[in-house]
């Protein structure tokens, strides 16, 4: 059958789309093949508006009331917008699976929460396609963090008898999940391991007017500064022991600006020293794992940042290669699991992986707008 994954990530670059045609019986193990990929980037207004409904000091209920359905209708859009370019009606597709705009993460507080918006019946409304949505509720009500939840589809996709595989995603954050050759669904490790790209990004829009450090030339033409990178690896949440996640609300905007103002370093050193914090941070969370039949597998924008990636490698001593590098795409990763979990939904089969979550059981992720 035929289906359609979307993401839109933490990094506020657009939204990510695959169509996909995926096994529609229940198997041993699921098969899907990527048919076509596309992002539709974010306008700048959309992002601006975002980011202000994701900062506590400027967010207002009126603009995310009205930012659930403008972003409904955008991703509408932008499936419809796939579907044609394939000459394919509502009736073609199976089913939509949409991540959702995270507009705040909050796992550990007293009512632990996240919020991921974009209104499924506008996208329904549009594409005539039933839409799967909101993956991470039902985890946070048995307890978990509510992410990550591809850990899940990264074992259906990628678990080897024969090797090791840490995978990594470097988007707007960076996450691992660890696949034992000799483990099984309910031994996953996982987590976010800091910023990915987030920080990067920052330095970049002040510093540089531009939205990324394309294939990291200006990082490579930096010098880290020690002091700084001394002081991010202090961050307590290095230290903190899994279940972990985090988001934009500890590595964004208020992070950078407090740093802007504490530290005075020249542009290409505020890229480099970011740079090697998000390589460090990410190597030094599997820096005890063994690194005989270990295979160490990138995905994420954050693959396509060459000096990032170089970084990686001398940091880890490992083989580090990319979704590129096995026959798939790093920037379509996250939303083909989209599409796969969603699958699972449809089937009414749990999808969570409680070991990664912190929940304190396997649950059903999803909801479903159906059509007539
Ligand atoms: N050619 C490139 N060179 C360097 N960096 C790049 C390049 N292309 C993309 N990126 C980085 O990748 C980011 C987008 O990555 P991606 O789409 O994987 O993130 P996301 O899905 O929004 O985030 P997350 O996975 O954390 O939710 C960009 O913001 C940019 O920093
Ligand atoms: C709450 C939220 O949106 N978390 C995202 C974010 O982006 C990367 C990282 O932080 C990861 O925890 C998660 O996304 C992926 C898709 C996940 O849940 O597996």
């Not at 601006?48 to 207002?60: C, E, G, P, V, Y």
């Not at 989209?338 to 909801?367: D, F, W």
Request: hydrophobic share 40%; proline share 3%; charged share 20%.
């Amino acid at each position: 059958m035929l289906a359609i994954g979307m993401m839109s990530g933490t990094s506020l670059d657009g939204i990510d789309v695959a169509l996909v045609e995926i096994s529609d019986k229940k198997e041993a193990s699921i098969r899907v093949s990527l048919l076509d990929f596309v992002t539709y980037p974010y306008q700048e207004k959309t992002v601006a508006r975002i980011r202000d409904a994701m900062s506590l000091k400027h967010s207002n209920v009126l603009l995310i009331c009205q930012l659930n359905v403008e972003l409904g209708k955008l991703y509408g859009k932008a499936a419809k917008q796939m579907m044609e370019k394939h000459d394919l009606s509502g009736a073609d597709i199976a089913y939509i699976a949409n991540h959702g705009q995270t507009i705040y993460h909050d796992p550990t507080s007293e009512f632990p929460s996240t919020f991921q918006i974009g209104e499924s019946a506008e996208i329904t409304e549009i594409t005539g396609v039933k839409t799967l949505s909101n993956f991470r509720e039902a985890d946070i009500a048995a307890g978990g963090q509510g992410a990550p939840i591809v850990p899940f589809t990264e074992y259906q996709l990628y678990h080897s008898s024969e090797k090791d595989r840490i995978l990594v995603n470097i988007g707007g954050i960076a996450n691992l999940t660890i696949l034992a050759r000799d483990g099984n669904l309910s031994s996953i490790i996982a987590f976010d391991t800091g910023p990915g790209n987030m920080m990067i990004d920052a330095a970049m829009q002040k510093f540089y007017q531009k939205k990324y450090d394309d294939a990291g030339k200006i990082a490579a033409s930096g010098k880290v500064n020690q002091p700084l990178l001394n002081e991010l690896m202090d961050h307590p949440y290095l230290s903190q022991q899994y279940p972990k996640t985090t988001g934009r609300e500890m590595f964004g905007e208020e992070m950078t600006e407090a740093l802007f103002q504490a530290y005075h370093l020249l542009p290409e050193d505020w890229v480099a020293t970011f740079t090697a914090f998000t390589a460090k941070s990410l190597c030094q969370a599997f820096a005890t794992f063994s690194k005989q039949h270990l295979e160490v597998i990138v995905a994420g924008g954050g693959a396509y940042n060459k000096t990032l990636m170089d970084w990686i490698r001398l940091e880890s001593q490992c083989d580090v290669l990319t979704q590129e590098a096995l026959g798939y795409s790093s920037e379509a990763k996250e939303a083909i699991a989209m599409a796969v979990l969603g699958k699972y939904t449809l089937e009414h089969t749990a999808n969570n992986v409680p070991s990664a979550t912190g929940a304190r059981h396997a649950v059903i992720l999803g909801k479903i707008t159906d059509v007539r």
